[in-house]
T-cell receptor, first 118, second 109 residues
């Protein structure tokens, strides 16, 4: 089974530009989450989509947005880029599985897109 | 959100057991404890999770105290490939991982 794929792997942009990152989940997974990783703030949750609807959201400004398509592929967009947006952006997909009478969603992470803002 | 506290770094000799502690004293009844690790330059990888009972899988064992205020991840026979940052998370929503600063485990020959 193919893993989570993210494109592009590396990206360089300048301040003020916008960027779109893409994530293809594992086949059959309907939930896609996005995370930002920086040396200063660590790994931070951005948002999660399930069946084309944003289900969970982290504490990021409105410049960060996302969407999910009917085939579960997801994109995230950052507008008006700032230097502080330089980060590794990770995507994860999950599928519920039974665990002790409830369900647990193990998240499978992609390799990430490293964005550099100059 | 239950906050977790982990030591920033630990060393372990190859072949020995690595015991990684995690404190989650404010955990509530519906919050799982789960562990992920991140090997350099890769995305995090799920290891194990538990609610109340101790758990074991092919990768590790998870020991949760009876009061659920702390837990220990055990890698029974650490290898060099286990060198990574290990994150302990205590949260009810498994679709939204709240990562802390983690423990950097260095396995040495």
């Amino acid at each position: 089974k193919a893993g989570v794929t993210q494109t592009p792997r590396y990206l360089i942009k300048t301040r003020g530009q916008q960027v779109t990152l893409s994530c293809s989940p594992i086949s059959g997974h309907r939930s896609v989450s996005w995370y930002q990783q920086t040396p200063g703030q660590g790994l931070q949750f951005l948002f999660e989509y399930f069946s084309e609807t944003q289900r969970n959201k982290g504490n990021f400004p409105g410049r960060f947005s996302g969407r999910q398509f009917s085939n579960s592929r997801s994109e995230m967009n950052v507008s008006t880029l700032e230097l502080g947006d330089s980060a590794l952006y990770l995507c994860a997909s999950s599928s519920p599985r039974p665990s002790g009478g409830s369900t647990y969603n193990e998240q499978f992470f992609g390799p990430g897109t490293r964005l550099t803002v100059l | 959100d239950a906050k977790t506290t982990q030591p920033p770094s630990m060393d372990c000799a190859e072949g020995r057991a690595a015991n990684l502690p995690c404190n989650h004293s404010t955990i509530s009844g519906n919050e799982y404890v789960y562990w992920y690790r991140q090997i350099h330059s890769q995305g995090p990888q799920y290891i194990i999770h538990g609610l109340k009972n101790n758990e074991t899988n092919e990768m590790a064992s998870l020991i949760i105290t009876e009061d659920r205020k702390s837990s220990t991840l055990i890698l029974p026979h650490a290898t060099l490939r286990d060198t990574a940052v290990y994150y302990c998370i205590a949260y009810w929503n498994t679709d939204k991982l709240i990562f802390g600063t983690g423990t950097r485990l260095q396995v040495f020959p």
